[in-house]
């Protein structure tokens, strides 16, 4: 069983359109990380979010991590190819840090 | 961002050769280090957790005779898997923590892909 559950799984959209990705959990995490990993390379660290309700914006990406730190969320406006990939939540608590499945992105030109 | 490097990029191998795979942070000295395996379309699996100077921790279900980590320096940590197997064959990232006591800022490599044959 997953501890952080990540859906949706595949995505693909258009370039222009909007999405959010979701990453949730019953249980409550220390903080929360996404990452974006290309095919053949290591994920890169997006952003962190450590407090509850906490919003951070990147660009076109905004994350939010629950009020209750079980869940967070990825809206990425406007979508364009560069944007394909593997996007992975994980959650830290306990000194311990897991992965989500990951949802996998792919926008067309 | 910090930098984590991983050598080799690619590895064939043998069945039944061994394979040592070198995971360096190339900015800033890491306390723990983390190894990962990556199976095709799939997320992250944690095998085990490196700490200098000490033995490292295995995830349940990883066999640490086969699957050897060294982590002689603050820089550097090894993963060497021993009597490979093409089931084996794998994606496999390491990333590594400041020492900000922060572990949640894990900062990774960009993986090294083993085929054994």
């Known amino acids: 069983t997953q501890l952080l559950e990540q859906s949706p799984q595949f995505l693909s959209i258009q370039e222009g359109e909007n999405l959010t990705v979701y990453c949730n959990s019953s249980s409550v995490f220390s903080s929360l990380q996404w990452y974006r990993q290309e095919p053949g390379e290591g994920p890169v660290l997006l952003v962190t979010?450590?407090?509850?309700?906490e919003v951070k914006k990147l660009k076109r990406l905004t994350f939010q991590f629950g009020d209750a730190r079980k869940d967070s969320s990825l809206h990425i406006t406007a979508a364009q190819p560069g944007d394909t990939g593997l996007y992975l939540c994980a959650g830290a608590r306990n000194n311990d840090m897991r992965f989500g499945a990951g949802t996998r992105l792919t926008v067309k030109p | 961002g910090a930098v984590v490097s991983q050598h080799p990029s690619r590895v064939i191998c043998k069945s039944g050769t061994s394979v040592k795979i070198e995971c360096r942070s190339l900015?800033?000295?890491?306390?723990?280090m983390f190894w990962y395996r990556q199976f095709p379309k799939k997320s992250l699996m944690l095998m085990a957790t490196s700490n200098e100077g000490s033995k490292a921790t295995y995830e349940q279900g990883v066999e640490k005779d086969k699957f050897l980590i060294n982590h002689a320096s603050l820089t550097l940590s090894t993963l060497t898997v021993t009597s490979a197997h093409p089931e084996d064959s794998s994606f496999y990232i390491c990333?590594?923590?400041?020492?900000?006591?922060?572990?949640?800022?894990?900062?990774f490599g960009p993986g090294t892909r083993l085929t054994v044959t």
């Open positions: 979010v450590v407090t509850g309700g």
């Open positions: 990333s590594a923590a400041p020492p900000s006591g922060a572990l949640y800022e894990q900062y």
């Open positions: 900015d800033f000295q890491a306390t723990t």
